[in-house]
C-alpha cells in the first residue's frame, strides 16, 4: 500500500526537494507538485490523494485558505520556514509540522506518522464499516461496501467487483443501484456503479481505480467532480 500525495509549494526549490525525498520513499506515490492552491484543489478534486505536503505562505491563496476550500481533507503535512504557525496548524489536525530545512530522517518520520495513522484508520473501517449482503452462486454473501470497487452490467446479471473476487448477482443494475448508500456510489455510465471512494483519478472517458479503466459517460463527468466534492 502506497499513499497518494501531492507537494504545494510556491518554491520551485523547495518542491524539487521534496518531491526527490517522496520519490525515494516507499510509501509514497507521487500524483503531481504545484506552485499554487488553485491548481492543488483542482488535483485534489480529480483525484484521490490521502496526503498533502503543503506550504503555508503562498501568493494569493494560503495554505490555510486551501483547506478551508476543501470538503474532504487528505491527512496535512505542514511545510514551512517559520515555527509561528505551529498552534495553527495542528487547529486543522495536521499530522505532522516540519520546518524548513528539512532533512531525511524528520521527513521519514512524518511519512511513517502519516501511514500509520492511514492504516490505523483502514483497519477500523475494515472492522466498522458497512455492508451490503448479495446473493451469488447460491450463496448469501456479507461484502464490505469499502471493498467494492465497481459494479457493471452483465447480461441478465450484474458483476460485483472487489479487491479480491467478482461476484455475478441476479439483479438489474437499477435495482441494485437503489441498496448502495448514494454518497459512496454514483452511476458513471448505463453499464457502471463505481465507489467514489476508490477513484483515483478520471478524464473526460474514463475513471482510474487502481490498474483498471471504467468508462465514463460524456454527460457524467461534472457529477462526479461535485460527488467528489462531497465524499
Known amino acids: 500500500m502506497k499513499l497518494n500525495c501531492i507537494v504545494v509549494d510556491d518554491s520551485a526549490v523547495q518542491r524539487i526537494t521534496i518531491t526527490k525525498l517522496v520519490s525515494e520513499s516507499l510509501s509514497l506515490n507521487l500524483i503531481g507538485d504545484f ?32 483547506l478551508d476550500g476543501l470538503k474532504t481533507k487528505p491527512q496535512i503535512i505542514f511545510i514551512t520556514s517559520k515555527a509561528d504557525y505551529a498552534l495553527r496548524a495542528f487547529e486543522y489536525e495536521a499530522t505532522d509540522y516540519l520546518q524548513k530545512p528539512i532533512t531525511k530522517e524528520r521527513f521519514n518520520k512524518a511519512v511513517k506518522k502519516a501511514f500509520d495513522l492511514h492504516a490505523l484508520r483502514c483497519d477500523y473501517q475494515e472492522k466498522n464499516g458497512e455492508c451490503i449482503v448479495i446473493k451469488s452462486n447460491l450463496k448469501k454473501l456479507k461484502v464490505l461496501l469499502s471493498k467494492i470497487k465497481w459494479i457493471e452490467a452483465y447480461g441478465d446479471y450484474i458483476k460485483v467487483v472487489t479487491d479480491n473476487e467478482c461476484y ?40 482510474e481505480i487502481g490498474k483498471d479503466k471504467v468508462p465514463l459517460s460524456r454527460n457524467k463527468k461534472e457529477e462526479i467532480v461535485k460527488a467528489i466534492e462531497n465524499t
Do not use: Q, W
Not at 51 to 65: N, Q, T
Open 35 to 66: 506552485a499554487n492552491a488553485l491548481d492543488a484543489k483542482n488535483c485534489i478534486n480529480h483525484n484521490l490523494i490521502d496526503l498533502i505536503f503543503l506550504d503555508i505562505e503562498m501568493p494569493l491563496i494560503s495554505g490555510f485558505d486551501l
Open 168 to 207: 455475478l448477482v441476479l439483479s438489474t443494475m437499477k435495482g441494485f443501484e437503489k441498496e448502495l448508500p448514494a454518497e459512496k456510489f454514483i452511476r458513471v455510465h448505463k453499464s457502471y456503479i463505481i465507489n467514489l471512494e476508490r477513484v483515483e483519478r478520471f478524464n473526460s472517458k474514463f475513471v
